[in-house]
């Protein structure tokens, strides 16, 4: 998902989802999908979405795009269960449900303290 940083990367993310922001030779999908191994797709804008479709299944884990994969991320979101979510400080980085994206409360979620150093992209000149 874009998570709230979409806008600070603007004029980017106005053509593109934040995953789909290219930092070096991949976008931050294909990292991601490098490290786990499957496919991804995306929720973003409304205008965005004819062109970046969302395929929700029964099980999901959402993974906030501004947040790199590196090593240790990638094996907490394998080991994600139903009704957890990671967190860096006040921030959701992912989580695993099987409710509809609107409907989230993380205040009920089992949350889980991510403690290691992590790349975020908040702003366009953390893109180069």
Not at 105 to 126: G, N, P, Q, R, V
Request: charged share 30%; hydrophobic share 40%.
């Amino acid at each position: 998902f874009d998570g709230p940083y979409r806008n600070n990367l603007l004029p980017f993310t106005f053509t593109r989802p934040v995953a789909d922001i290219r930092i070096g030779i991949l976008t931050i999908r294909e990292k991601w999908e490098a490290h786990l191994g499957y496919t991804t797709t995306t929720i973003t804008e409304d205008y965005l979405s004819d062109k970046f479709p969302m395929v929700e299944m029964e099980e999901n884990i959402l993974i906030n795009a501004s947040f790199l994969p590196n090593v240790e991320l990638v094996e907490m979101v394998k080991n994600l269960e139903e009704n957890q979510a990671i967190f860096k400080g006040e921030e959701v980085i992912a989580f695993y449900t099987k409710e509809a994206q609107d409907d989230i409360d993380f205040s009920k979620l089992e949350a889980l303290e991510f403690e290691d150093d992590i790349l975020k992209i908040e702003h366009t000149w953390d893109i180069f």
